[in-house]
């Protein structure tokens, strides 16, 4: 595709009930991360995939979040038993592999937990 | 404590002013991005630097490796500038960016 694609652009939730986020990242990216940006906080790591695999999921915060990619391209960042703390933007980016290659960011999933 | 901070936090200036915006951090990177980000849009990414300085449009960045340090100047601001401007780094080895706080700009007419 053209650039990061993520759906939704906004979830409304229940507390309790659990989401799904997609990310369909630009086409050839083998790096897809996940990151978080809560009202008036920084953004956040929460997940790096290399191809397939996660070799850096140190930034989920809790047990109820969990993510995956197939086919080293489309990713889906799960949390289970969603909370009010969760409400967030959720930004998912992707880039060509090395330490010296431009991240791109997607619109970001804007999440609330009511 | 932030690894990364970001200098000012908010900045407000005139039209036509020019504007510099500061990021220090505080170990060994490969590399230093400025990202863009417009009230309820995304991320757009400015630069990435790893040495000296870039430039596009009215936009600059320079990066000095030995002090740990890099800044933003934008020349001839204009309202169309008011974002928030986020500086991140990704650490020497590493594959995640880690951001800065921020600086939150506003351009008056």
């Known amino acids: 595709g053209a650039g990061v694609s993520q759906s939704p652009s906004n979830k409304v939730t229940e507390k309790g009930k659990d989401v799904e986020l997609r990310c369909d990242p630009i086409s050839g990216h083998t790096a897809l991360y996940w990151y978080r940006q809560s009202l008036g906080q920084g953004l956040e790591f929460l997940i790096y995939f290399q191809g397939n695999s996660a070799p850096d999921k140190s930034g989920l915060p809790s047990d109820r979040f969990s993510a995956e990619r197939t086919g080293g391209s489309v990713s889906t960042l799960t949390i289970q038993r969603t909370q009010q703390e969760d409400s967030a933007v959720y930004l998912c980016?992707?880039?060509?592999?090395?330490?010296?290659?431009?991240?791109?960011f997607g619109q970001g999933t804007r999440l609330t937990v009511v | 404590k932030n690894e990364v901070e970001q200098s000012p936090q908010n900045l407000t200036a005139q039209e036509g002013e020019f504007i510099t915006i500061n990021c220090s951090y505080s170990?060994?990177?490969?590399?230093l991005h400025w990202l863009q980000q417009h009230p309820g849009g995304g991320i757009v990414s400015l630069f990435m630097l790893s040495s000296g300085k870039k430039k596009h449009g009215r936009l600059i960045a320079t990066i000095n490796i030995q002090e740990k340090h890099s800044s933003l100047h934008i020349t001839a601001s204009h309202p169309r500038d008011s974002a928030v401007y986020i500086c991140?780094?990704?650490?020497?080895?590493?594959?995640?960016?880690?951001f800065g706080a921020g600086t939150i700009l506003r351009v008056k007419s």
């Open positions: 991140a780094v990704r650490w020497r080895g590493g594959n995640k960016l880690v």
């Open positions: 170990v060994g990177i490969s590399a």
């Open positions: 980016a992707s880039s060509l592999m090395g330490p010296n290659t431009e991240a791109f």
